[in-house]
């Protein structure tokens, strides 16, 4: 079976500040993984994926995640946060199945306040 | 950018009735998705579905939740007799055909059961 860990329940950050919310997985096939976020009273929006090739990864907003495989790890991060940023961050995986209609596995969510 | 919509967004129901979310997804979709999201905890797998079938069932979606295309564009989730414990945000999911197209989703339903 598969699961994801994010590690930090709430990241606060002050403005203009660099950030990095942690996220760990474990399966026991390949996986690919995700980010999505959901900013407040809105459903849950596709940062970037990993499905493979590079494992740095540049998503929307500015954000970028580095895939880890010996470490299993998929951390999400930011040079450079703004107000704007305050969301909850889901990090997720598929299993990679032949079948197309494949689950997403959520982590709890890491809620991240930035400080003006 | 096209979206999957859903209506209502808050949904309150007494415990015992019948509900039904609908969703609307994108239009060149062909794999549909409900998940649903307890206040606090994390965003759960209910169900898949493709070419008119479900494709995957967790163990949350027992005899009380169905699911159905009943024409060309919506997709519905069912819950025949409501729960207290089925309070929750429901989002509805797509993705296009092929492997790992990502899932866009809706905003959600709120459902609120009294």
């Known amino acids: 079976a598969q699961s994801v860990t994010q590690l930090d329940s709430q990241v606060p950050v002050f403005e203009e500040a660099p950030v990095e919310l942690r996220c760990n997985y474990s399966?026991?096939?390949?996986?690919?993984l995700f980010w999505y976020v959901q900013y407040p009273n809105q459903g849950l929006q596709l940062l970037l994926k990993?499905?493979?090739?590079?494992?740095l990864v540049k998503g929307i907003n500015g954000f970028e995640a580095e895939f880890n495989k010996s470490q299993t790890s998929f951390h999400l991060r930011k040079p450079s946060v703004h107000i704007s940023d305050t969301a909850e961050y889901f990090c997720a995986v598929t299993v990679d199945l032949y079948s197309s209609a494949s689950k997403i596995i959520f982590g709890s969510g890491t809620r991240l306040s930035i400080r003006p | 950018e096209p979206e999957v919509t859903q209506t209502p967004s808050h949904q309150v129901t007494q415990m015992g009735q019948e509900v039904i979310l609908r969703c609307v997804p994108i239009s060149n979709h062909l794999y549909f998705y409900w998940y649903r999201q307890i206040l606090g905890q994390k965003v759960e797998f209910l169900v898949s579905?493709?070419?008119?079938?479900?494709?995957?069932k967790s163990e949350i979606f027992d005899d009380q939740f169905s699911v159905e295309r009943p024409d060309g564009s919506n997709f519905t989730l069912k819950i025949r007799s409501t729960k207290l414990e089925d309070s929750a945000m429901y989002f509805c999911?797509?993705?296009?055909?092929?492997?790992?197209?990502?899932?866009?989703f809706g905003d959600g339903t709120r459902l609120s059961i009294l």
């Open positions: 999911a797509s993705s296009a055909t092929g492997r790992n197209q990502p899932q866009h």
């Open positions: 990993y499905l493979s090739g590079s494992t």
């Open positions: 399966s026991s096939v390949s996986v690919y």
């Open positions: 579905f493709y070419n008119n079938e479900i494709s995957e």
